[in-house]
């Protein structure tokens, strides 16, 4: 099971600013995983976080790059289930190139809560819905809140002249 050794994630995020961002296909699974950032969220202290909802998968990362100038860390959730042709790994591989792009060109956060599963009984087991083994969403959601705070714990870094 993947989320084997996983750490507990905990975090104030009072006064952050923080969105989620989630993709539409996939209606159950997707509903799991708004969740369960959401209830982290809560749990973390986060006051309001809008939810912006993106037709697919493939659109998380350009959504993302427009909520991140206004907030302090956002929560990207998607599922992509494997299917007979390339697609998958295009999608796969694009969205984690594109919301690895954000996060390090802007500074800000964001929890990767994106699934890439083999089959729809895989996205369940991940989408934090009652029998299942993992919270992704939620786990995606503290992610991005723990480290939005460490980050602002952080010196600014200057570059010397």
Same mark, same amino acid.
């Given at each position: 099971?993947?989320?084997?050794?996983?750490?507990?994630?905990?975090?104030?995020?009072?006064?952050?600013?923080?969105?989620?961002?989630?993709?539409?296909?996939?209606?159950?699974?997707?509903?799991? $995983? #708004?969740?369960?950032?959401?209830?982290?969220?809560?749990?973390?202290?986060?006051?309001?976080?809008?939810?912006?909802?993106?037709?697919?998968? #493939?659109? $998380?990362? #350009?959504? /993302?790059?427009?909520?991140?100038?206004?907030?302090?860390?956002?929560?990207?959730?998607?599922?992509?289930?494997?299917?007979?042709?390339?697609?998958?790994?295009?999608? /796969? @591989?694009?969205?984690?190139?594109?919301?690895? =792009?954000? @996060?390090?060109?802007?500074?800000?956060?964001?929890?990767?809560?994106?699934?890439? /599963?083999? =089959?729809?009984?895989?996205?369940? =087991?991940?989408?934090?819905?009652?029998?299942? @083994?993992?919270?992704?969403?939620?786990?995606?959601?503290?992610?991005?809140?723990?480290?939005?705070?460490?980050?602002?714990?952080?010196?600014?870094?200057?570059?010397?002249?």
């Amino acid at each position: 099971m993947s989320g084997k050794g996983a750490p507990v994630v905990t975090a104030d995020g009072q006064g952050l600013k923080v969105a989620i961002v989630a993709a539409s296909w996939h209606t159950e699974v997707m509903d799991g $995983l #708004v969740a369960g950032a959401q209830r982290a969220l809560k749990e973390a202290g986060v006051a309001d976080a809008p939810l912006v909802r993106v037709p697919g998968t #493939v659109e $998380l990362s #350009v959504a /993302c790059a427009r909520l991140a100038p206004t907030h302090d860390a956002l929560v990207a959730l998607g599922v992509v289930i494997r299917g007979g042709t390339p697609h998958f790994d295009y999608v /796969c @591989s694009g969205v984690t190139h594109g919301l690895t =792009d954000v @996060s390090t060109r802007t500074g800000v956060p964001v929890g990767f809560g994106v699934l890439t /599963c083999d =089959d729809e009984a895989q996205a369940l =087991d991940r989408a934090g819905l009652p029998g299942s @083994s993992e919270d992704k969403g939620h786990e995606a959601a503290m992610a991005a809140v723990a480290t939005a705070v460490t980050l602002a714990s952080l010196a600014p870094r200057t570059l010397d002249a």
